[in-house]
């Protein structure tokens, strides 16, 4: 039910969580007559009718095979696997789609994103950070982004640790394609994660989306490098909002590349230079 749900468009988690107050479970917001569905506070005539003429709106069956096909379990927010901390944002995915597995000890992780166009130096920077604190026994959460996000995952693998890749496709289309290797290894070493159906194709929108999730898993959030406008300031943004402590690492002054980072520590990011920054501040006791 909760999969039927997820296929229908524009139905999000906020308005999943005011059908549930209201009827309870999945499977009764699926029986539900338009006239019930129109009392939930955000479903409008079309959302209406779209849930209650669901069975000729989706093909269910089809998305069940291609979850086989593609090896991909489901999680929802009551099971015990669904991440703690992600459950405590304000608007958590109902439902995730996951290849490979989730650990307890994930919960003890580091967000790390950054710029796609990153320097030899935001490279260094990304590499040495994550493969440090992999070592120290965090899980590595990223995007799976070109640039800093790659240079995280990998080095986390190099370090024998654990990564999580969250994407803004699904995970039958993976993007970039070309670390589609990159994910098949992720899953094999953790897991790779994402709130849309099987072979969704990335937007504007799926971006931020993703995002939220990368910071709403760890525990601390580690941006890299940035420009001035970069998505990864609206990742930081997101880990402010959900309690998390925001990490920078500051950059040569006249490289517009760290100019991001430079503004989230003039705003009251943590400045951090070395891994153990990183290890000190969160207060974790991780056995290194």
């Known amino acids: 039910a909760y999969l039927a749900l997820n296929l229908l468009p524009n139905i999000g988690p906020i308005r999943v969580r005011r059908l549930l107050e209201q009827f309870q479970t999945p499977q009764a917001i699926l029986a539900a007559p338009v006239r019930d569905l129109l009392l939930v506070p955000g479903i409008g005539e079309e959302m209406a009718s779209h849930i209650a003429d669901w069975e000729n709106r ?9 979850l086989s096909d593609h090896g991909i379990e489901l999680l929802t927010l009551d099971d015990p696997r669904y991440p703690a901390a992600l459950r405590q944002i304000h608007d958590p995915p109902f439902l995730l ?22 320097t030899h130096y935001g490279r260094e920077q990304a590499r040495k950070f994550s493969f440090q604190l992999a070592r120290a026994g965090f899980t590595i959460i990223s995007g799976l982004a070109r640039g800093i996000d790659t240079a995280a995952h990998e080095a986390a693998l ?24 990159l994910a098949d290894r ?12 099987v072979l969704y194709v990335p937007d504007k929108q799926s971006f931020p989306l993703r995002n939220r999730i990368v910071a709403g898993m760890s525990s601390g959030l580690l941006v890299v490098e940035a420009p001035a406008r970069s998505g990864s300031l609206i990742t930081a943004n997101q880990a402010l909002e959900q309690g998390r402590t925001v990490f920078a ?3 040569p002054i006249d490289r517009p590349s760290s100019e991001g980072c430079h503004r989230l520590i003039q705003q009251g990011a943590t400045l951090v230079c070395t891994a153990d920054d990183v290890i000190d501040e969160l207060g974790l006791e991780i056995n290194t």
């Open 58 to 66: 989706i093909d269910l069956p089809e998305e069940k095979c291609r």
């Open 249 to 251: 690492i500051p950059g």
């Open 186 to 197: 992720i899953s094999e070493q953790g897991a790779v994660l994402s709130e849309f159906p």
């Open 97 to 118: 789609y996951m290849k490979g597995t989730l650990l307890p000890a994930d919960e003890a992780a580091v967000g790390v994103v950054g710029s796609r166009r990153m």
């Open 158 to 181: 190099a370090a024998g640790g654990r990564t999580i890749a969250v994407l803004g496709s699904g995970i039958g289309n993976v993007y970039p394609p070309e670390n589609q290797a």
